[in-house]
């Protein structure tokens, strides 16, 4: 069974702090997708990565997929009450066309 | 509005009776899936269609739920005899597939099923 570990499970910080979310695994996935959820909707894709060591920036979020793809991390830079919401790391195999597995996800709450 | 659609939004049943709810895909993606999540968790995935073929099922999902995609286009998810266990959101995503990188999942708000 493939499982995906997030951290912290709960996070709070000040408006304009950095900060870092941590997804792991022992097994390896073909692709990892993040995706954010607001309470009473589905969950939001923010990007997916697929290449070992890949680096992808969403504005103030940079993704990174770890060399041996099973891990990844999710660092918000500047964090603002916008960036509040319940982020979610998901492996696929096949390039995501098949199910996902869902980390355990981060409560982040950004404080004004 | 073009994404993922389902109803009802929400639901609410004695243990005991059946329920339906209904997907509706982004307009030519071939690929459709069900989730189930409880609250404080992450999705978990239930089942998935590639057209109207229903390729996988998780252990998750007991006799009493089908999931149904008869032209390939939207899908139903039936629950037969509620239990209060199977209180939960369930979300429906779809995805271009098959094969390649063009496939990441979109979702729908879900359907919130509370058992009484």
């Known amino acids: 069974t493939q499982l995906l570990e997030q951290s912290p499970q709960f996070l709070s910080i000040q408006e304009g702090e950095n900060l870092t979310v941590y997804c792991n695994s022992s097994s390896v996935f073909s692709s990892l997708q993040w995706y954010r959820q607001e309470p009473g909707e589905g969950p939001v894709l923010l990007v997916t990565v697929v290449t070992g060591g890949e680096v992808k920036k969403l504005k103030r979020l940079t993704f990174q997929f770890g060399d041996a793809r099973k891990d990844s991390s999710l660092h918000i830079t500047a964090a603002q009450p916008g960036d509040t919401g319940l982020y979610l790391c998901a492996g696929a195999n096949n390039f995501g066309n098949e199910k996902l597995t869902f980390g355990t996800g981060t409560r982040l709450t950004i404080i004004p | 509005d073009t994404g993922v659609s389902q109803n009802p939004r929400h639901k609410i049943t004695k243990r005991g009776q059946n329920v339906t709810f209904r997907c509706d895909p982004i307009s030519e993606h071939n690929r459709l899936y069900w989730y189930r999540q409880t609250l404080g968790q992450g999705p978990e995935f239930l089942t998935y269609?590639?057209?109207?073929?229903?390729?996988?099922k998780s252990r998750l999902l007991s006799d009493r739920f089908s999931a149904e995609r008869p032209k390939g286009s939207f899908s139903t998810l039936e629950i037969q005899r509620t239990e209060q266990g199977d209180s939960a959101m369930y979300l429906c995503?779809?995805?271009?597939?098959?094969?390649?990188?063009?496939?990441?999942?979109?979702f729908g708000d879900g359907t919130r099923l509370s058992i009484l």
């Open positions: 269609f590639q057209n109207e073929a229903q390729l996988e």
């Open positions: 995503a779809s995805s271009p597939g098959p094969g390649g990188t063009a496939g990441p999942q979109h």
